[in-house]
């Protein structure tokens, strides 16, 4: 996009539109930051050029660690975890807070959330969105949980014409007006809401933060140690990136000497190659996130907005149409403060600390007994698995969507702690008690539904005709 200086003339019309939605001061300066940038002609775009790979030897290792375990115990009565909880699940087919739905045990990722902070006797708090919060209400008031988290809401975004940087107009919908503005708006939140101010001022100094959706996430005594022992502003858990992690955003060392994330948004087209090489850029963020709030909120003060990079993300208004307006949404990553924090630190963490349920590929996996509860309710490995690793291709026609899925495994899904892959093509449907075992291809080829029955254990591959 060229630059386009006679688009300033819309930033009163945009800012005349937030406060009309009595969005805070800081939110609105936040926007008009990224605006100026967008009319300027600026992408967002990190070129390979301005950064370096990091390799392990300048990431420590959570599993040398263990010296921090008194610190963490002691540090406990003074740590929030917080849960991004502002996502649909439209992906899967959901239309309310995808923390609701039922993931393991007949409980969903809420309930589950709720009882880890109640046996971590830790500070729960939830950043819902303005498409969540009702949903969340709700729930909790059936849930009543014994100590009620704090509620904080997303702000949200004005979306921006890409034809002449105006604001777009739907009146037929308006909410489509609107984007969220990408969890980096956490820190924005946490102060405009007045939470980060009622944490510092019940001496709540460490933040804990990752998505609601993934149970791995949980709050580690010993990495909390490692974390306030080193008096580190800003802490991010890494993982290896493997070949399914290629989309992901990775991390990097600025030449300017600071590390960065580059989420693929962010990458030129030309470079996605660079982008998706695990070998290059071998690390990727889990977006579990360590910080000082007492450093945040020194931060906000002196500058007024949290200036992450940006990321204009280009849409159409209408997702659902793609014969509506070409938009720009104005997005920012929770992990890009990374770049803001001076002796910001990496850590390396296993697998099982990054567990999302992006797809209900990833449900099967969770929901299976490949999967179980420790006492802490933290969601952790089998040990009878015959594989640490496993894939997961069902067949989106039949599979992609919760109910389409609920419905085939309705009598409960099978065993997977012998299994090594599972590919279904096909319309099929399980029965109660089956195991599936080795590397394993269900193929139904005819026009109706198959069956697994019950107690049936597949060694094999099956074709239905």
Not at 133 to 158: G, R
Not at 199 to 227: C, K, P, R
Request: proline content about 5%.
């Amino acid at each position: 996009m060229q630059k386009n200086s006679d688009a300033h003339k819309y930033l009163p019309s945009f800012i005349l539109k937030m406060e009309h939605e009595n969005l805070h001061p800081v939110v609105i300066d936040t926007f008009a930051h990224y605006y100026k940038q967008v009319v300027s002609g600026v992408t967002g775009l990190i070129s390979d050029k301005d950064i370096q790979p990091v390799t392990s030897d300048h990431i420590e290792d959570a599993d040398h660690i263990q010296k921090y375990a008194e610190a963490g115990r002691h540090a406990s009565p003074n740590v929030v975890m917080i849960k991004l909880n502002g996502g649909l699940g439209t992906s899967m087919g959901l239309t309310r807070a995808k923390s609701l739905l039922k993931v393991k045990n007949e409980k969903s990722f809420l309930e589950i959330i709720l009882k880890q902070a109640e046996k971590r006797h830790v500070k729960l708090a939830l950043m819902n969105s303005f498409s969540t919060h009702e949903d969340t209400l709700d729930a909790l008031s059936k849930i009543k949980p014994s100590d009620s988290p704090l509620l904080f809401l997303q702000n949200k975004f004005p979306k921006i014409l890409q034809e002449n940087l105006a604001p777009a107009d739907w009146p037929k919908n308006p909410d489509l007006e609107w984007n969220p503005p990408g969890h980096g708006d956490i820190y924005s939140a946490l102060y405009t809401s007045g939470t980060l101010k009622a944490l510092l001022d019940q001496g709540i100094v460490y933040a804990f933060i990752s998505n609601s959706d993934n149970l791995g996430a949980t709050l580690d005594e010993l990495l909390l140690g490692y974390f306030v022992e080193n008096g580190f502003p800003f802490m991010m858990e890494v993982a290896p990136r493997t070949p399914s992690d290629v989309k992901g955003g990775h991390i990097a060392r600025h030449k300017e000497g600071h590390h960065i994330l580059r989420e693929s948004a962010q990458c030129p087209e030309n470079e996605l190659s660079a982008f998706r090489d695990i070998k290059r850029y071998g690390f990727f963020n889990t977006n579990n996130i360590w910080i000082n709030l007492k450093v945040l909120h020194k931060l906000i003060q002196k500058s007024g907005v949290v200036k992450l990079p940006m990321i204009r993300n280009p849409k159409t208004l209408d997702p659902r149409n793609e014969n509506s307006p070409k938009v720009f949404q104005i997005e920012t990553a929770m992990g890009a403060a990374i770049s803001l924090f001076e002796g910001a630190a990496l850590i390396k963490v296993p697998a099982s600390r990054f567990l999302p349920v992006k797809k209900c590929n990833d449900l099967l996996s969770i929901r299976s007994n490949r999967f179980i509860f420790s006492k802490e309710i933290h969601l952790t490995l089998n040990p009878k698995i015959r594989s640490k690793t496993i894939q997961i291709d069902l067949d989106p026609k039949y599979y992609g969507k919760i109910d389409l899925f609920d419905e085939r495994f309705s009598r409960g899904v099978p065993s997977l702690t012998d299994c090594e892959s599972l590919t279904i093509k096909g319309d099929v449907r399980f029965e109660s008690n089956v195991a599936i075992r080795g590397k394993i291809v269900i193929t139904n080829k005819g026009k109706t539904q198959a069956v697994i029955k019950e107690g049936a254990v597949v060694e094999k591959d099956l074709i239905f005709d």
